[in-house]
């Protein structure tokens, strides 16, 4: 009865939906991790030498706005250690997310993820302070966004940390997805808005005030988006959910990866590359 169950149409549909979803998935995360390292590698050929031949007061003469306040000394440290926590935590991330080192490195995977969360909860507050305190571009949407994101990072660690104490593996790695989402909420923001600009481009910016409609949304699609992806792709991974429905999931990711592979060449070309040759 088992064997004739599983030569059915409905079950081989169901099976091979699954692999497609699953595909989707592995597909969106390489791209993503190798479109997060590239910015690692354009932080650290660009903002290492600003401030190891600078200063702190190399910062301003970067595009940062206001990356250096003359007389603000706790505002300059913390913009540093945001920048550099970022070469942590987006060059980090991904790699607790591959399940082969989860597995075959345990220790690895909690020392770093341990280094993680600290640098995140870190980078969070810092972000906090300078965007209450020195401003940024975007006006109150920019504000209200990157400060609700700050918020999603600190309660969204939290979780995965408690799941991890606790050692419910599953629910843990599901915050932990989660919390890669919103952590990397500043590499979307970038990719997302070089995919639009070279599509569209750019309808809805202001490249001189650096504002308008995208502008305004996409702050907080930068978080929205990347995080209802992961929730389509977790409903639809479920055993119960029929094959059409995974199917129809995986059509999703791999248009949402897509997208991205177009920003993250564009963010490659048009900001990260020529800033560091």
Do not use: C
């Amino acid at each position: 009865m088992q064997s004739a169950a599983h030569d059915s149409p409905g079950w081989q549909l169901n099976l091979n939906a699954q692999k497609a979803l699953t595909l989707s998935g592995q597909i969106w995360f390489l791209i993503a991790a190798f479109g997060q390292w590239l910015f690692v590698a354009y932080v650290i050929g660009f903002y290492v030498p600003v401030l190891a031949l600078g200063g702190l007061p190399g910062l301003g003469d970067t595009h940062l706005p206001h990356g250096h306040a003359a007389g603000d000394l706790v505002g300059n440290l913390a913009i540093a250690g945001h920048i550099l926590v970022a070469i942590i935590i987006v060059g980090g991330g991904p790699l607790q997310l591959i399940p082969a080192i989860r597995n075959r490195f345990p220790a690895l995977h909690r020392n770093l993820g341990r280094t993680y969360l600290f640098f995140a909860f870190f980078t969070s507050i810092a972000g906090l302070y300078l965007v209450w305190t020195r401003g940024v571009l975007g006006g109150l949407a920019g504000h209200v966004a990157i400060s609700l994101d700050a918020v999603l990072i600190l309660a969204f660690g939290a979780l995965a940390l408690r799941y991890a104490v606790a050692r419910q593996f599953d629910r843990h790695r599901r915050w932990a997805m989660r919390l890669f989402m919103v952590v990397s909420a500043v590499w979307f923001f970038r990719v997302g808005m070089m995919f639009w600009f070279m599509t569209t481009g750019g309808i809805g910016i202001d490249t001189e005030t650096f504002s308008g409609p995208f502008i305004y949304s996409w702050y907080f699609g930068q978080m929205a988006l990347p995080l209802l992806l992961l929730e389509i792709y977790l409903w639809a991974s479920a055993p119960q959910r029929h094959g059409a429905a995974k199917l129809a999931a995986a059509s999703v990711v791999f248009v949402a990866t897509a997208a991205m592979s177009i920003g993250i060449f564009a963010a490659v070309m048009g900001m990260w590359l020529p800033r560091i040759v």
